[in-house]
């Protein structure tokens, strides 16, 4: 396939993102986007161009309604394209499959589906060449691709020998009104949180447990990690391995990121659509080696933004547009403007 046509089923906080990133693809077409509700947010997508596609019959009129012209249905739509990125929300995912499996195109779903929907997941530092050729594929939560990132990273290095994980989530998105806590930390219950077997759904070889909390803020996730490494490191080995490596930052309080809010305070300050931050952000004046060798340090997540990126390669590779995971790293990060010097990406396949 010289190109990949590709549509994104469910144009929210995911949806949006994904649809700009393939279309700044050159190997990719943005075909359509597909949803529901005819709101001002689908009007943006209609300005910028991209056809919009009425998911359910009854839309069609609601989006003509409201002076969107829908280009047509979603069963017009999987007649043109190779590949849907299904971004509705979990519930419409699953049936949606049923559609996809029955016209036969290619489909990605987002990580609020369960690992069994496609009994394949993916993130791009990890298993990259296992998604070549698929036809069905899960980039995993947020949480979790930023997890894969830095312990795939951290492993390929040092090796992970165990891992522990406090997470500290956002309560919602910043545009969700309808949900909390507004004055409440709430533990995920009972025992460990769903993030540790996430993560070894795609590296099943990582001995990892993760405890999780839900606090009163909008803006991102923080991690708190704990690391039994099987090689010796210290602060600046690791510091150096991180500042290497794509896709992620490193931030210090030192330097005035004090907080999430700075980290988001700078993504605006940049320029970046929506305020995003597509890298896993590490405090590096946070990483501490204790005298037994065990690498401590705090990771703050984007929810929104991190995933983007992977939606990018995970298409590339299932529709064999390329093989190497470097060179689709690489040429995914140079649409964000977030690439780095060529020989940082050489440690991937
Ligand atoms: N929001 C995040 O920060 C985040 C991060 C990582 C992964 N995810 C995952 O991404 C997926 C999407 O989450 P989101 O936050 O973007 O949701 P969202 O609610 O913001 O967006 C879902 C969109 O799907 C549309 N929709 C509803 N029914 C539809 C249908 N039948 N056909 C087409 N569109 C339909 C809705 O109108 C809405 O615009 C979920 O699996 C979620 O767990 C979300």
Redesign the pocket.
């Known amino acids: 396939m010289a190109s990949a046509q590709a549509a994104v089923?469910?144009?929210?906080?995911?949806?949006k993102r994904v649809a700009d990133a393939v279309s700044a693809q050159s190997d990719m077409d943005l075909v359509g986007v597909?949803?529901?509700?005819p709101s001002d947010l689908v009007r943006v997508a209609a300005e910028r161009g991209y056809p919009i596609y009425a998911?359910?019959s009854a839309a069609v009129d609601g989006f003509k309604g409201a002076g969107i012209e829908p280009a047509g249905t979603i069963d017009e739509l999987l007649g043109k394209i190779d590949v849907a990125i299904d971004?509705?929300?979990?519930g419409?995912?699953a049936k949606n499959v049923e559609r996809y499996k029955q016209v036969g195109v290619k489909y990605i779903v987002?990580?609020?589906?369960a690992h069994g929907l496609t009994d394949f997941s993916f993130n791009a530092f990890a298993n990259y060449s296992d998604a070549i050729g698929r036809s069905a594929a899960r980039v995993v939560?947020?949480n979790t691709t930023s997890e894969c990132r830095l312990l795939s990273t951290l492993d390929r290095t040092f090796g992970v020998v165990d891992a522990f994980i406090a997470i500290t989530r956002r309560g919602v998105?910043p545009v969700d009104i309808k949900k909390g806590p507004i004055n409440a930390t709430v533990p995920a219950l009972p025992g460990f949180s769903h993030h540790a077997p996430d993560v070894q759904t795609i590296m099943p070889e990582i001995n990892v447990r993760s405890l999780a909390v839900v606090a009163s803020t909008t803006l991102m996730h923080v991690h708190m990690l704990r690391l039994q490494l099987r090689d010796p490191a210290t602060p600046d080995s690791v510091r150096e391995l991180l500042a290497s490596t794509p896709r992620v930052r490193l931030v210090s309080g030192k330097g005035g990121i004090a907080s999430t809010a700075h980290i988001i305070e700078w993504a605006r300050d940049m320029g970046r659509p929506r305020n995003d931050h597509w890298e896993i952000a590490i405090w590096e004046d946070s990483i501490v080696v204790d005298e037994n060798g065990v690498l401590y340090l705090l990771m703050a997540v984007h929810?929104?933004s991190v995933?983007v990126p992977e939606n990018v390669d995970c298409i590339r590779a299932m529709c064999e547009l390329e093989s190497s995971a470097r060179r689709s790293i690489e040429a995914t990060d140079l649409t964000f403007g977030i690439e780095r010097a060529e020989e940082q990406y050489a440690v991937f396949a």
């Open positions: 089923i469910g144009y929210g906080v995911v949806g597909v949803d529901v509700v998911g359910t971004c509705s929300p979990p419409v995912t987002q990580g609020g589906e939560s947020c998105d929810m929104e995933i």
